[in-house]
């Protein structure tokens, strides 16, 4: 459980930062700037939220669920020392997966195949997707940086990958079903 009696505690101020193993590191760490950088897209799906309605908006608070679920996941290295912790670590999990996946065919389903690369933009909501889709390929490119170096759960990375294809496919979703996407057209200010 999660207690915030106070918000700021001092312990950073000589720039480092506790993982959630208590082990301490420089703010500008590789694991740092991954979770960091989750947090930025979990912030940047708050405002993305405020052009959703319905069914849209009930997946994106799934999806800020499961970015904090990535974030405790990814302030947790050492994965090899899960059974000894004092609570079992929170991981992410196929099925967190598997659902990005079924949510993208879904809908995907509906919509004409491309011929041209997507603009980013048209309808606000498709727009802040797109700044969403960015920040998560920076999070998985950050996440499969620090894989290279350090302990990383397989199922983060994968996660992040699915999670920009979510948001391409629901920017095209966003712009009328693909029909008002602003499609690229190459060499066309030459």
């Not at 700037?33 to 997946?59: M, S």
């Not at 800020?64 to 990535?70: G, K």
């Not at 606000?124 to 998985?140: G, I, N």
């Not at 990958?161 to 693909?178: E, H, K, P, Y």
Request: hydrophobic content about 45%; aromatic content about 6%.
């Amino acid at each position: 459980m999660v207690v915030l009696n106070k918000i700021y505690t001092r312990t950073g101020d000589t720039g480092e930062t506790a993982l959630g193993d208590n082990s301490r590191v420089a703010k500008y760490a590789p694991r740092v700037a991954a979770y960091g950088t989750v947090d930025e897209l979990n912030a940047q799906l708050g405002v993305a939220r405020l052009h959703a309605k319905d069914e849209t908006d009930a997946a994106l608070m799934r999806i800020q669920n499961d970015l904090f679920d990535l974030g405790a996941d990814l302030c947790r290295p050492n994965m090899a020392s899960d059974a000894e912790a004092e609570y079992p670590p929170l991981r992410m999990i196929q099925s967190q997966v598997d659902r990005l996946e079924a949510e993208i065919d879904a809908m995907n389903a509906d919509l004409s195949p491309l011929r041209s690369f997507v603009l980013p933009g048209g309808s606000p909501l498709a727009a802040h997707f797109h700044v969403c889709r960015t920040v998560a390929r920076r999070a998985e490119r950050l996440t499969v940086e620090l894989a290279s170096r350090q302990d990383v759960n397989p199922a983060a990375v994968k996660y992040l990958n699915r999670l920009s294809d979510w948001f391409f496919v629901a920017a095209r979703t966003a712009n009328d079903q693909g029909r008002a996407d602003v499609l690229w057209v190459p060499g066309a200010n030459r």
